[in-house]
C-alpha cells in the first residue's frame, strides 16, 4: 500500500515563498508520476503540477506562471514543490498524488496524501 505524506504548509505573507515535500513509502516511487493538486474553501480540487516518473517531463496548472516549480529526488522517494511569490488566492490545502500516468487529471491519480494547509495573508 502507497502512502503520500506531505509537508511543509503553512502560513506566509504574500510574496513569500514556501517549499512542500512529499514522502512516498510502500510502492516503487521512481516509476510512477507525482502530482500536485489543491483545494480551497467551497472550491473544485485543482491541478498545480505534475513530474514525470524520469523527473525530465513536468506540467503546471495555468495560474502557476512561472512561480511554481515541481521536482523529484527519486532516491530519496520525494516530490517537491516550490513555491514562490506566494498569493492570498493561492490560499488552500494542497495535495500530492502519485499514479502510472503522467496527467493533469485527477483521477489518473491512485494514492493521495492527507493534505497541507497552505496559507497566503494579505
Known amino acids: 500500500q502507497v502512502q503520500l505524506v506531505e509537508f511543509g504548509g503553512g502560513l506566509v505573507q504574500a510574496g513569500d515563498s514556501l517549499r512542500l515535500s512529499c514522502a512516498a513509502s510502500?510502492?516503487?516511487?521512481?516509476?510512477?508520476?507525482m502530482g500536485w493538486f489543491r483545494q480551497a474553501p467551497g472550491k473544485e480540487r485543482e491541478f498545480v503540477a505534475a513530474i514525470h516518473w524520469t523527473g525530465t517531463r513536468t506540467h503546471y496548472g495555468d495560474f502557476v506562471k512561472g512561480r511554481f516549480t515541481i521536482s523529484r529526488d527519486n532516491a530519496k522517494n520525494t516530490v517537491y514543490l516550490q513555491m514562490n511569490s506566494l498569493k492570498p488566492e493561492d490560499t488552500a490545502v494542497y495535495y500530492c498524488?502519485?499514479?502510472?500516468?503522467?496527467?493533469?487529471?485527477?483521477?489518473?491519480?491512485?494514492?493521495w496524501g492527507q493534505g497541507t494547509q497552505v496559507t497566503v495573508s494579505s
Open positions: 498524488a502519485t499514479g502510472p500516468n503522467f496527467s493533469t487529471w485527477s483521477p489518473h491519480y491512485d494514492y
Open positions: 510502500g510502492g516503487t516511487f521512481s516509476s510512477y508520476a
